[in-house]
């Protein structure tokens, strides 16, 4: 059985969820049958929770795999793609989980279909430690159009913990020819902009916020703005600095909960987006992690990044043993920046 299918281990390295959409998506692609044991071993909930579940259910349609140890808790899980498919396809977590996650699985393999597809995803739109529909919308989903991947994101409805409920539509169309991306300098500094929006809060949060924004990044009230979106079917809140250079839109981002004071929010956000201009470095550390696996499948390419995560060296390891023969280096430029070359 072992010798037919590709067996990692869900407990290495960053050792969450990262691996098993990496591994998701390879499998689509390759057509290599995955094995993956100890799921989130290291976690304080091991196993797959539904956010992870809906993952594994919509690689599963988009591919028509066959599965085995898909459920609630397991740590151990059987997945064996078919034919990529394109088509129109739905898929509801059921819970507050990141809808971008889910979207992260599915994208590369439906950029390798033979037609376009439609995809709507209900969930979370902002959540804590998963990206932004921002972030995927005008930072990731743009570069990735420079590969010859396209996509167009739309926002329906935000979700936010507890709640959920958020919607995101995507269209996909195939890739017809790959392009090599090289992110060596970010360029020309064009624009730094700020966006609050507050969910069935008070308007005085979100004006807080830009405040504490507007003096931190010394941005003008140009720059700033307050945004109300009461569709969401919970209370919710977020800030996204925008800095936007020549070659690429870096976001940065914080999230309101309850207890959490509206300028502790803004300041997160503020500090994040500084530490990034701060650099000279291209790509973020978030951005990094996304960039691999569409680099890995297409024509490969360069960038320059901050102090790589463990998502990324995790992220590197999962890719490798799907494709063997792609070469990811990673080289120390000095105290800030890494170069991260991916050949293919």
Known sequence: MDDEWLVLDGAAGEGGGQILRSALALSMITGQSLRLENVRAGRSRPGLQ?????????????????????????????????????????????????????????LPALWLADGGSWVRVIGGTHNEFAPPFEFFSQSF?????????????????PGYYPEGGGEIELRVEPVEKWE????????????????????????????????VIGQRLQLKPAFLTAQRRDESEGPGNFVCVAVESEHVTEIATGFGRKGLPAEDVAAYAAADAR?????????????????????????????????????LRTNIKTIQAFLPSVRIDVVQLDESRWLVDVAV
């Open 50 to 106: 539904r956010q992870h579940l809906a993952a594994v259910f919509a690689a599963a349609k988009v591919s028509k795999a066959m599965l085995d140890g898909a459920h609630l808790g397991s740590t151990e899980l059987w997945f064996q793609p078919g034919r990529i498919v394109h088509d129109e396809f739905e898929f509801d977590i059921g819970s507050a989980g990141s809808a971008t996650l889910v979207l992260q699985t599915v």
């Open 141 to 157: 989903l743009p570069l990735a159009a420079r590969l010859g991947a396209h996509a167009e994101a739309t926002l329906v409805r």
């Open 180 to 211: 090599r991306l090289d992110l060596l300098e970010r360029g020309e500094l064009r624009r730094v902009s700020a966006t609050a929006v507050v969910s069935h809060l008070p308007a005085h949060v979100a004006q807080r916020e830009l405040h």
């Open 275 to 311: 530490r990034y201009l701060d650099t000279t470095a291209a790509v973020g550390q978030h951005l990094a992690d996304q960039l691999l696996l569409p680099l890995a499948i297409g024509a490969g390419g360069a960038f320059v990044t901050l102090e790589p995560t463990s998502h």
